[in-house]
C-alpha cells in the first residue's frame, strides 16, 4: 500500500512568491498534520485536521501560511510572498484515528523548500 | 513554555544496549511517542506511552513516569542499522504533538 506521498519533494523560489505545497496522505486516514522541520531539530508542529476540519492552527507562524483539505483527504499548505526564513524541510503526517487517539502518525518524505 | 530534553548525542557498541532519556515540561499530557529518523529521511513509530511503566517491543523497550516527567527508550542487542535520530515527542492538552531535538545514535562496531 501506498504511503504519504508529497509534492513536490523539492521547491527552489525566489522571495515574494507564493508556493503550494500538497501532502496526499494515506487512504482512510482521517487526520493530517503539517510539520516544519529544521536540520538536527525535531518537526515543529504547524497546524492539524480532522477529515476536512481544521482543528488547530496555532503552530502556522503568521498570516501568509495557510492550510486546507477541503474533501477531507489532499491537503495543501500554502505560504505566500516567501521569505529566505521560510527555507526549511515541510513535513506532513497522517494518522488513522483522530488526534486524541492511540494511533501514530505517518510521515511523508518532505518538501525541501528553499527561498532564495 | 513547553520543552522537551533529550541528550544531544549518544555512542554506544554494536551488540551492546543503550538507553536514550527524555525529561519533559509540557501543558498537559496525551501521551508520549518515541520516533527513529535516520539521516536524510522521515520520522517512524516505535512506541506509545501513556500510563505508567514499561512497554516491550522487541528489542526496543519504552518507560514513562508521568509524576517525575520522564521517559527512556532502551535498545537491545545494538545492531550497526540502528544508528539514526531518536525523537521523544508529548502530546499536550491541545492534542499537539511537542517534540524533542532528537537524539542522535552512533554505533560502533
Known amino acids: 500500500g501506498a504511503g504519504v506521498s508529497q509534492s513536490p519533494r523539492y521547491k527552489v523560489t525566489k522571495r515574494g512568491q507564493d508556493v503550494a505545497l500538497r501532502c496526499d496522505p494515506i487512504?482512510?486516514?482521517?487526520?493530517l498534520y503539517w510539520y516544519r522541520q529544521a536540520l538536527g531539530q525535531g518537526p515543529e508542529f504547524l497546524t492539524y485536521?480532522?477529515?476536512?476540519?481544521?482543528?488547530?492552527k496555532s503552530g502556522l507562524p503568521n498570516d501568509r501560511f495557510s492550510a486546507e483539505r477541503p474533501e477531507g483527504s489532499i491537503s495543501t499548505l500554502t505560504i505566500q510572498r516567501t521569505e529566505q526564513r521560510d527555507s526549511a524541510m515541510y513535513r506532513c503526517?497522517?494518522?488513522?484515528?483522530?488526534?486524541?487517539?492511540?494511533?501514530?502518525?505517518?510521515f511523508g518524505p518532505g518538501t525541501r523548500l528553499t527561498v532564495t | 513554555g513547553q520543552n522537551i530534553d533529550q541528550p544531544t548525542e549518544m555512542t554506544a557498541t554494536e551488540g551492546a544496549i543503550v538507553q536514550i532519556n527524555c525529561t519533559y515540561q509540557?501543558?498537559?499530557?496525551?501521551?508520549l511517542f518515541w520516533y527513529q529518523q535516520h539521516a536524510g529521511e522521515a520520522p517512524t513509530f516505535l512506541s506509545y506511552?501513556?500510563l505508567d511503566g514499561l512497554e516491550e517491543k522487541g528489542r526496543f523497550s519504552s518507560f514513562l513516569s508521568r509524576s517525575k516527567g520522564y521517559s527512556y527508550l532502551l535498545l537491545k542487542e545494538l545492531q550497526m542499522k540502528d544508528s539514526a535520530s531518536y525523537l521523544c515527542?508529548?502530546?499536550?492538552?491541545?492534542?499537539?504533538?511537542?517534540w524533542g531535538a532528537g537524539t542522535k545514535l552512533i554505533i560502533k562496531p
Open positions: 503526517a497522517s494518522s488513522p484515528g483522530l488526534a486524541d487517539s492511540s494511533y501514530e502518525q505517518y
Open positions: 487512504s482512510g486516514h482521517v487526520s
Open positions: 485536521f480532522n477529515y476536512e476540519a481544521q482543528q488547530d
Open positions: 509540557t501543558s498537559g499530557f496525551n501521551g
Open positions: 506511552n501513556v
Open positions: 515527542a508529548v502530546r499536550d492538552s491541545n492534542y499537539q504533538l511537542i
